[in-house]
């Protein structure tokens, strides 16, 4: 498939969405708002794992942060539940942006396992601080989020939020695009490949993942702020390490380095959640067995089926014949 075709795909599945959600129940409108908010967390992440190669357990945290923000500033200034939600988008992501960059002068001097290590024991302090600073954070109880803005909108209604949260992920979705096409994206490309190379050439790739570390923040930040919102409860719960490892998962069943992959997997997994907890009280099983399988028999995702299919039709159209002739060429003296 070219890439124009790809590209072509992508707006006619966005197009279907954006006409057959807001006109299904008001339980499928709630499921795919939560489902894009967490999208927007896992293309976040992929530009990490996906473009740069660095897998982070610590995504949760920025997540969080923005989250945060957004209850108290809603909750008990009640700042942002009119034009100044925008004041209050741009206080969260930048919050994150500033979260992540103070993370990744610790997290960057690593990598592999000692990266990953070290974003987990991150995220798990901003954990512990959401859950012992009672009078910030409410503790155990969190904060509930009753209110949501209202700018000629009305967003309390779910079809309509569902279009403003629709509208977010489309501008990231869009956003990170242009980043990962850009020379800055292909040279993150280049580093997941061989940093040392990159060094040699005379990149400095402890810059450049730096940068990709704090626009991962951001984006989580953001994906933190639409939260607050669409769950109406901000808690120890929403910055745990389950919602750094859904996050990572997510992007790893849809394809790392794909963008739309961490969105397929992001709807498969919160899809499979609500099925089938209405079937099984065992279905985080079941949920954990299509992981494994995907990594076992799908290491690229969803998205690296049609590759995996174009190469089994390859070596389909290879005759014997074709083959016997190699060997002998190969075999000939010179």
Same mark, same amino acid.
């Given at each position: 498939?070219?890439?124009?075709?790809?590209?072509?795909?992508?707006?006619?599945?966005?197009?279907?969405?954006?006409?057959?959600?807001?006109?299904?129940?008001?339980?499928?409108?709630?499921?795919?708002?939560?489902?894009?908010?967490?999208?927007?967390?896992?293309?976040?992440?992929?530009?990490?794992?996906?473009?740069?190669?660095?897998?982070?357990?610590?995504?949760?945290?920025?997540?969080?942060?923005?989250?945060?923000?957004?209850?108290?500033?809603?909750?008990?200034?009640?700042?942002?539940?009119?034009?100044? =939600?925008?004041?209050?988008?741009?206080? *969260?992501? %930048? !919050?994150?942006? /500033?979260? @992540?960059?103070?993370? #990744? $002068?610790?997290?960057?001097?690593?990598?592999?396992?000692?990266?990953?290590?070290?974003?987990?024991?991150?995220?798990?302090?901003?954990?512990?601080?959401?859950?012992?600073?009672?009078?910030?954070?409410?503790?155990?109880?969190?904060?509930?989020?009753?209110?949501?803005?209202?700018?000629?909108?009305?967003?309390?209604?779910?079809?309509?939020?569902?279009?403003?949260?629709?509208?977010?992920?489309?501008?990231?979705?869009?956003?990170?695009?242009?980043?990962?096409?850009?020379?800055?994206?292909?040279?993150?490309?280049?580093?997941?490949?061989?940093?040392?190379?990159?060094?040699?050439?005379?990149?400095?790739?402890?810059?450049?993942?730096?940068?990709? =570390?704090?626009?991962?923040?951001?984006? *989580?930040? %953001? !994906?933190?702020? /639409?939260? @607050?919102?669409?769950? #109406? $409860?901000?808690?120890?719960?929403?910055?745990?390490?389950?919602?750094?490892?859904?996050?990572?998962?997510?992007?790893?069943?849809?394809?790392?380095?794909?963008?739309?992959g961490g969105a397929i997997g992001s709807a498969i997994v919160f899809?499979?959640?609500?099925?089938?907890?209405?079937?099984?009280?065992?279905?985080?099983?079941?949920?954990?067995?299509?992981?494994?399988?995907?990594?076992?028999?799908?290491?690229?995702?969803?998205?690296?089926?049609?590759?995996?299919?174009?190469?089994?039709?390859?070596?389909?159209?290879?005759?014997?014949?074709?083959?016997?002739?190699?060997?002998?060429?190969?075999?000939?003296?010179?």
């Amino acid at each position: 498939m070219s890439h124009n075709m790809k590209i072509l795909t992508v707006a006619l599945v966005l197009a279907a969405l954006g006409y057959i959600v807001p006109h299904s129940s008001s339980f499928v409108v709630l499921l795919a708002t939560r489902a894009m908010v967490f999208a927007i967390l896992a293309m976040s992440l992929d530009v990490l794992l996906g473009f740069t190669g660095l897998a982070s357990l610590g995504q949760a945290a920025y997540f969080g942060v923005g989250a945060y923000l957004t209850a108290i500033l809603t909750a008990r200034y009640h700042i942002g539940l009119g034009w100044d =939600f925008w004041l209050v988008v741009i206080a *969260g992501v %930048l !919050a994150a942006a /500033l979260l @992540a960059a103070f993370f #990744g $002068l610790l997290a960057i001097r690593a990598s592999g396992v000692y990266f990953l290590m070290i974003t987990l024991a991150l995220g798990q302090c901003v954990w512990g601080l959401a859950y012992r600073w009672n009078s910030l954070t409410g503790g155990d109880n969190g904060i509930n989020v009753t209110a949501r803005p209202n700018f000629g909108f009305d967003l309390t209604n779910e079809r309509t939020f569902f279009f403003l949260v629709f509208g977010f992920f489309i501008a990231t979705l869009l956003l990170l695009y242009v980043l990962v096409r850009s020379p800055f994206g292909k040279s993150l490309a280049g580093i997941r490949e061989r940093e040392l190379r990159m060094q040699i050439l005379g990149y400095n790739t402890w810059l450049h993942k730096y940068i990709a =570390f704090i626009i991962a923040g951001a984006f *989580g930040g %953001l !994906a933190g702020v /639409l939260w @607050a919102h669409t769950n #109406g $409860l901000v808690s120890p719960e929403t910055v745990v390490l389950t919602t750094s490892v859904d996050a990572l998962l997510m992007v790893v069943l849809g394809g790392a380095g794909t963008l739309v992959g961490g969105a397929i997997g992001s709807a498969i997994v919160f899809g499979l959640r609500e099925y089938l907890s209405t079937l099984v009280p065992w279905w985080q099983y079941v949920l954990g067995g299509v992981y494994v399988l995907t990594i076992l028999y799908l290491p690229t995702g969803l998205m690296g089926i049609p590759a995996r299919i174009r190469q089994a039709r390859g070596a389909a159209n290879k005759t014997p014949s074709q083959s016997g002739e190699t060997k002998t060429l190969v075999s000939a003296p010179s």
